[in-house]
C-alpha cells in the first residue's frame, strides 16, 4: 500500500523472518505492514498459476463451503431491506456469488484467473464474471450496494488503489465488505514466523488501525468490524488437527508429532482460536467500510 508506508518512511521497522527468508515491515503510525522486497509481477503470476492448480481453487477446499455460508451471512445483516447488487472482486470460481444468487441477489463477480474464471462463469452464467483485474473494476459502469473482497486484499500490490476504484463503484450508502489475516492475530504475537499466514504470496498484512486509514484516505466510514466465527469449527481446530497427522503407505494415519506433542499443539490451536475470537485476535477478521450517502 504505497500510500500508506511512503507517507511516513521513518516511522517503518522490520521484523526479519529468517527460516522463510522474508522480511515484514510495519508503520509504526498506521500499523500496516507489507512484505519487502516482494516478487516481480512476472515471478507473482508464476507463483499464483501454480497455486491456483494446487491450492486457490474453492472447488477443492470443502471448508470453503462454510466459510461462505458465514460471510453471506453477515452480508445479508448487513443490507436489511432485502438483496441487491453484489459484486464480488476475486471472486474465484464463484462459490460464494453463487450462494449470494440463489438467495435471489444480483450478482457479477471479476476474477484474474482465467481458469478459475471459467468455472464461475459456467456456474453463473457467462454475462456475471469478467476476467481480468483493476482495468476491468475501472471500466465498469454499474454501481453496487455491496462490493467484497474476501482474502484478497492481502494479496493486491496497492490495495489503496483497488479501494479507492471500488468505492466510486458503490451506490450512495453502498458498502464494501473485506476480509483479511488479522496481523494482530494472537497466534501470530505467540509463534511469529510459524504464524500460517505469512506466505509469498501475502504482500500485505493489515490491522484495524491500518484499515480504518484506508477507508478515511478514501472517503469512506469504517463501520464494524469482527472475527470469523466459522475459524474454529471449519478451518480453525480440524484442519490443524488434520495437518498433525501423516498418511502412511498403507490405508491408516499415524502421529507425525509424539503424542504428549501432538496433545499439547491440539490444547493450543483450540486456545487460542476461542481467545482469538474473544477480543477479536483470531486468524482472520472482516471489515464493513460504508460510503456516505447523499
Known amino acids: 500500500m504505497r500510500s500508506l508506508s511512503s507517507l511516513y518512511p521513518s516511522n517503518l521497522f522490520f521484523k526479519d523472518y529468517k527460516k522463510i527468508s522474508l522480511q515484514i515491515y510495519q508503520c509504526q503510525r ?23 492448480k494446487t491450492v486457490y481453487y474453492d472447488d477443492k477446499r470443502r471448508h470453503k463451503e462454510f466459510q461462505y455460508q458465514d460471510y453471506f451471512k453477515k452480508l445479508k445483516h448487513l443490507k436489511k431491506d432485502g438483496p441487491g447488487k453484489l459484486l464480488d472482486f476475486g471472486c474465484n470460481t464463484g462459490v460464494f456469488l453463487k450462494i449470494a444468487q440463489d438467495n435471489c441477489w444480483d450478482v457479477m463477480g471479476i476474477e484474474l ?20 483485474a483493476i482495468d476491468e473494476l475501472k471500466n465498469l459502469d454499474i454501481q453496487f450496494d455491496i462490493i467484497s473482497f474476501l482474502n484478497v486484499l492481502e494479496h493486491l500490490p496497492d490495495p489503496n488503489l483497488y479501494i479507492k476504484i471500488a468505492s466510486r463503484k458503490l451506490s450512495p450508502g453502498g458498502l464494501l ?34 484499515v480504518a486509514y484506508l477507508a478515511s484516505n478514501n472517503g469512506l466510514i469504517l463501520k464494524q468490524g469482527g472475527p470469523i466465527d466459522y475459524e474454529i469449527f471449519n478451518r480453525g481446530f480440524f484442519e490443524k488437527i488434520k495437518k498433525m497427522f501423516r498418511k502412511n503407505e498403507g490405508s491408516s494415519y499415524s502421529f507425525s508429532y509424539g503424542r504428549d506433542a501432538l496433545i499439547k499443539l491440539a490444547f493450543l490451536a483450540l486456545i487460542t482460536d476461542f481467545a482469538g475470537l474473544a477480543i477479536n485476535r483470531g486468524d482472520f477478521i472482516y471489515y464493513v467500510m460504508a460510503k456516505k450517502s447523499l
Not at 500496516?32 to 503470476?45: D, I, M
Not at 483479511?180 to 509463534?191: C, E, G, K
Open 113 to 132: 484467473s482465467y481458469q478459475a474464471s471459467q468455472i464461475a462463469k459456467k456456474r453463473l452464467g457467462n454475462d456475471r464474471i469478467i476476467t481480468g
Open 30 to 52: 498506521c500499523s500496516f505492514a507489507f512484505l519487502n522486497p516482494r516478487l516481480s509481477r512476472e515471478g507473482l503470476n508464476q507463483l499464483y498459476g501454480n497455486l491456483y
Open 177 to 210: 465488505f473485506i476480509v483479511v489475516p488479522n496481523y494482530d492475530s494472537i497466534r501470530r504475537i505467540l509463534i511469529g514466523e510459524n504464524w500460517s499466514l505469512i506466505l509469498l504470496e501475502h504482500i500485505n498484512y493489515f490491522t484495524r488501525d491500518s
